[in-house]
């Protein structure tokens, strides 16, 4: 069975920075898309940016475009989330998805247990 473990979340100041990762274990898809979805307190779950399995195709949610960039290490089975620039708004448990491809990570996948991050103002 695969599993999703997201780590990097933690406390940082507006205008700070984190990475993210997120570690495939077991069973691994061959050739799956990745990606981060997050969700506020208060809000539902939205789509932050996803990469398919060459990286050739990326995509960001406008909100975090500039700020956040997602990478892989397919040899490593990990996705990374370097996220700059935070904002207070940035606030949220960030969960790690991997999915058949890229089109269809919004609507199917598995899903890591979330990792919470903390922008202060």
């Known amino acids: 069975q695969v599993q999703l473990v997201e780590s990097g979340g933690g406390l940082v100041q507006a205008g700070g920075s984190l990475r993210l990762s997120c570690a495939a274990s077991g069973r691994t898809f061959s050739r799956n898309a990745m990606g981060w979805f997050r969700q506020a307190p208060g809000k539902g779950r939205e789509f932050v940016a996803a990469?398919?399995?060459?990286?050739?195709?990326?995509n960001y949610a406008d909100s975090v475009k500039g700020r956040f960039t997602i990478s892989r290490d397919k040899a490593k089975n990990t996705v990374y989330l370097q996220m700059n620039s935070l904002k207070p708004e940035d606030t949220a448990v960030y969960y790690c998805?991997?999915?058949?491809?890229?089109?269809?990570?919004?609507?199917?996948?598995?899903w890591g247990q979330g990792t919470l991050v903390t922008v202060s103002s």
């Open positions: 990469i398919s399995w060459s990286g050739g195709s990326i």
């Open positions: 998805k991997a999915a058949a491809t890229i089109a269809t990570i919004m609507y199917e996948g598995l």
